[in-house]
């Protein structure tokens, strides 16, 4: 009887250490993610893709054909449908990271903004005392900056420097790229935590950091073509109306000519 009550208490213990390792080694996993999330370049969808299982439980995965892991989003031109809630939180060092938005802004004047992040259910003081490994700066009155970058694009150095001019409300000037890390107000005590890049962008460059875009990229670059091509269909038509080709006719005389 005893020994039966031994091999019970062994099975329930060793049950326990699966499920403890198992539960860590999750938790480890989602830390990779988002650590290199915070890093701001392509690295963070290699490791969704490293990470799928794990990742998979709390958000639904994508691929693209170029076997790029992305989190999908229904629309990232449109505000109400640029973002997933998830279907339960994990924590990342004490806070509780519940969704992700994936945003575009394209601009006639100041180039194309690129913004993608978690939304934290957390206050911001929490999520900066949690990241105090982050230089936090103060954006504006309700928003942090960290990491800020400039990369120019005339410049001979072909290198990301840091942006001393990074500010709300200055935009980049043309030829050239920012990017950085954003901490904002999402909504009531939750805030999201961005990765943006910004200004004068080229399709090499978009790719080289958020390489999950290129079928969206290639989508717009065959859409804009089409528009075109009928924009130049439809002044070519109109031409033609507004010019009618006026076929000439020779008059011929019943009874001859006159002499």
């Known amino acids: 009887m005893l020994l039966k009550k031994i091999s019970v208490l062994v099975c329930a213990s060793s049950f326990s250490c ?15 993610v988002i650590d290199t999330f915070l890093q701001c370049d392509n690295q963070f969808f290699v490791q969704l893709s490293k990470h799928q299982e794990s990742i998979s439980q709390y958000v639904d995965l994508a691929t693209t054909p170029d076997n790029v892991t992305y989190i999908p989003v229904e ?18 060092h ?5 969704g992700y938005q ?6 006639a004047l100041s180039g194309q903004f690129f913004y993608w992040g978690f939304i934290v259910d957390n206050k911001q003081d929490e999520i900066r005392n949690a990241l105090s490994n982050i230089n936090w700066m103060q954006y504006s009155t309700s928003a942090y900056i960290a990491n800020p970058k400039i990369f120019d694009r005339k410049s001979k150095s072909k ?10 409300g200055v935009i980049a000037r043309f030829g050239t790229i920012n990017k950085a890390l954003y901490l904002e107000s999402f909504s009531n005590n939750q805030n999201s935590i ?11 460059t978009i790719l080289t950091i ?13 859409e804009r073509q089409e528009r075109i091509k009928a924009y130049q269909e439809k002044k070519q038509k109109e031409k033609q109306q507004s010019h009618p080709q006026i076929n ?6 019943k009874d001859g000519d006159n002499i």
Not at 94 to 98: F, N
Not at 102 to 107: A, E, G, K, R, S
Not at 194 to 204: T, V
């Open 102 to 107: 994936n945003i575009y802004i394209p601009t």
């Open 194 to 204: 961005f990765c943006s890049i910004q200004g004068d962008l080229e399709k090499e």
């Open 18 to 32: 699966i499920s403890f390792a198992q539960t860590n080694n999750m938790q480890d996993e989602t830390n990779k």
């Open 159 to 168: 290198t990301w420097e840091d942006d001393i001019y990074a500010i709300d």
């Open 248 to 253: 000439s006719t020779e008059t011929n005389s």
């Open 75 to 92: 629309s990232i031109q449109q505000t109400d449908k640029n973002k997933v809630m998830f279907k339960k939180p994990f924590q990342y």
């Open 94 to 98: 004490g806070l509780k990271i519940i």
């Open 210 to 222: 958020r390489p999950d875009l290129k079928p969206i990229i290639e989508k717009q670059e065959t």
